[in-house]
T-cell receptor, first 113, second 111 residues
Framework: DAEITQSPRHKITETGRQVTLACHQT?????MFWYRQDLGHGLRLIHY???????NKGEVSDGYSVSRSNTEDLPLTLESAASSQTSVYFC????????????FGQGTRLTVV | GDSVTQMEGPVTLSEEAFLTINCTYT??????LFWYVQYPGEGLQLLLK?????DKGSNKGFEATYRKETTSFHLEKGSVQVSDSAVYFC??????????FGTGTSLTVIP
């Protein structure tokens, strides 16, 4: 079965370190998204991609970057981790059809100390 | 711009009670509408969807009807169970590729 997987599931890192969260999907979807989930804020879009070599900023992109070198993967990099980036991160993917849903990974809980 | 406004929580109900979680949307065209559910420690998973006006999505006893005249997509269930305790998200998707999510409503069902 097709799926979308995130790794690691949990990570603790120190302030100032660079961190990369992995997202891999086998749906062959063109669209991939990164969200963060914080209490009181719901899901906030960080970055998204509509295809290979395409990346776009979401509403809370400062301090984050992504790259899309193939269809399956959209890694999220925190350039210099800050305590404000402690959160749960979700990756999602979808195809290009309006009436189809997005599929989510299981999430990565990141703690910056 | 496009957006979703969802009933604030948390919501606490007794088992077998009736559930309604309100969701209204703002969109310039005709979106597809979704309800997602998130169980503790998990990602979001699709609960149901409706892709055009007057469509009713249903799954696991949950229902929601796409009401274009009131721009609403309220989630209902006639008799909730403890296992329905989760966070519920309303979402819309326009012709483009973006999804817009509500802030989520936490539901706790007590025995």
């Amino acid at each position: 079965d097709a799926e979308i997987t995130q790794s690691p599931r949990h990570k603790i890192t120190e302030t100032g370190r660079q961190v990369t969260l992995a997202c891999h999907q086998t749906w062959n979807h063109n669209n991939m998204f990164w969200y963060r989930q914080d209490l009181g804020h719901g899901l906030r879009l960080i970055h998204y991609s509509y295809g290979v070599q395409d990346t776009n900023k979401g509403e809370v992109s400062d301090g984050y970057s992504v790259s899309r070198s193939n269809t399956e993967d959209l890694p999220l990099t925190l350039e210099s981790a800050a305590s404000s980036q402690t959160s749960v991160y979700f990756c999602a993917s979808s195809d290009g059809v309006r009436n189809t849903e997005a599929f989510f990974g299981q999430g990565t809980r990141l703690t910056v100390v | 711009g496009d957006s979703v406004t969802q009933m604030e929580g948390p919501v606490t109900l007794s088992e077998e009670a009736f559930l309604t979680i309100n969701c209204t949307y703002t969109a310039t065209g005709y979106p597809s509408l979704f309800w997602y559910v998130q169980y503790p420690g998990e990602g979001l998973q699709l609960l149901l969807k409706a892709t055009k006006a007057d469509d009713k999505g249903s799954n696991k006893g949950f229902e929601a009807t796409y009401r274009k005249e009131t721009t609403s997509f309220h989630l209902e269930k006639g008799s909730v169970q403890v296992s329905d305790s989760a966070v519920y998200f309303c979402a819309l998707r326009m012709t483009g590729n973006q999804f817009y999510f509500g802030t989520g409503t936490s539901l706790t069902v007590i025995p």
